[in-house]
């Protein structure tokens, strides 16, 4: 098995996986079986790659760089058990690449682009079978912060409405090369098969959150004030006096339902 010897390059954010023991851990995790369809994000030099390989009878990689993908297609006794999609994963359609009902993704994301390529996943979740990524500590923490948390926030709001979110296991700077500035840690992100407080609009979900947390100091009175009144606070029983942080997810889809009945039922009294 050869491996990968070029450098890393700091444009794609790279920092190659290379501690066995953490690589063990992250497969174990992962519990990949033979049958399953499995898209790795960003392979690398194949430190997660080749010990999946060990476990699925076929897996799919996206990678951006050209070198690296120039020496995966240089793999030829992985002809039959790897696809190489040679893209931006911001740009993958993943309900087109999903062969089965689900897909499982996994990667050591680069940090650069992290939060939007989990946001462009939850846009696809309904063909997602759960995800494990490997990201910067400070993103895990925002991930799986809960209501009262100083990480809570919209991320954390967000990815919590269509995921179960799990914290797995800290890795520590010198578990890559090169080591990055920064602690990592690994996340299960399930998607909910069923959700049981449902918003009529995520979009103007995700509008609302993001107005609440705009002004992270302020209440919510002050950053809802454009499209909750204090009536409205007051039939929902919300305190307007606390912060976005202190609300459940279920409280801000009750403030999104709220925000569009008041807004259906203006426009039909005129």
Same mark, same amino acid.
């Given at each position: 098995?050869?491996?990968?010897?070029?450098?890393?390059?700091?444009?794609?954010?790279?920092?190659?996986?290379?501690?066995?023991?953490?690589?063990?851990?992250?497969?174990?995790?992962?519990?990949?079986?033979?049958?399953?369809?499995?898209?790795?994000? =960003?392979?690398? =030099?194949? $430190?997660?790659?080749?010990?999946?390989?060990?476990?699925?009878?076929?897996?799919?990689?996206?990678?951006? *760089?050209?070198?690296? %993908?120039?020496?995966?297609?240089?793999?030829?006794?992985?002809?039959?058990?790897?696809? %190489?999609?040679?893209? *931006?994963?911001?740009?993958?359609?993943?309900?087109?690449?999903?062969?089965?009902?689900?897909?499982?993704?996994?990667?050591?994301?680069?940090?650069?682009?992290?939060?939007?390529?989990?946001?462009?996943?939850?846009?696809?979740? *309904?063909?997602?079978?759960?995800?494990?990524?490997?990201?910067?500590?400070?993103?895990? *923490?925002?991930?799986?912060?809960?209501?009262?948390?100083?990480?809570?926030?919209?991320?954390?709001?967000?990815?919590?409405?269509?995921?179960?979110?799990?914290?797995?296991?800290?890795?520590?700077?010198?578990?890559?090369?090169?080591?990055?500035?920064?602690?990592?840690?690994?996340?299960?992100?399930?998607?909910?098969?069923?959700?049981?407080?449902?918003?009529?609009?995520?979009?103007?979900?995700?509008?609302?959150?993001?107005?609440?947390? $705009?002004?992270?100091?302020?209440?919510?009175?002050?950053?809802?004030?454009?499209?909750?009144?204090?009536?409205?606070?007051?039939?929902? =029983?919300?305190?307007?006096?606390?912060?976005?942080?202190?609300?459940?997810?279920?409280?801000?889809?009750?403030?999104?339902?709220?925000?569009?009945?008041?807004?259906?039922?203006?426009?039909?009294? =005129?």
């Amino acid at each position: 098995m050869s491996h990968y010897q070029n450098r890393t390059k700091k444009r794609f954010g790279q920092h190659f996986l290379q501690d066995t023991s953490i690589i063990n851990s992250l497969v174990r995790a992962i519990y990949p079986k033979s049958e399953q369809q499995i898209i790795e994000i =960003g392979p690398g =030099g194949g $430190a997660l790659t080749f010990p999946l390989l060990d476990y699925v009878d076929h897996l799919e990689v996206v990678e951006l *760089d050209r070198d690296v %993908i120039a020496w995966w297609q240089s793999q030829t006794d992985l002809n039959d058990k790897l696809t %190489i999609h040679a893209q *931006d994963a911001l740009t993958i359609d993943f309900k087109a690449l999903a062969r089965h009902d689900k897909i499982r993704v996994v990667g050591n994301l680069p940090y650069n682009i992290s939060t939007p390529l989990i946001f462009h996943l939850l846009e696809q979740v *309904d063909v997602i079978e759960d995800m494990h990524f490997m990201l910067q500590k400070e993103v895990v *923490d925002r991930l799986v912060a809960v209501a009262g948390n100083k990480d809570h926030g919209r991320m954390a709001v967000m990815v919590q409405y269509w995921c179960e979110t799990e914290f797995l296991f800290d890795v520590p700077p010198s578990a890559f090369s090169p080591p990055p500035k920064v602690d990592s840690a690994v996340v299960r992100l399930t998607p909910r098969r069923v959700i049981k407080d449902p918003v009529q609009n995520t979009q103007k979900l995700s509008e609302l959150v993001a107005l609440a947390f $705009a002004q992270r100091r302020k209440t919510l009175r002050n950053n809802l004030k454009s499209i909750i009144s204090d009536a409205g606070f007051e039939a929902l =029983g919300i305190d307007p006096s606390r912060r976005a942080e202190t609300l459940e997810v279920s409280d801000f889809v009750r403030l999104t339902n709220y925000w569009l009945e008041q807004t259906a039922l203006s426009k039909a009294t =005129g």
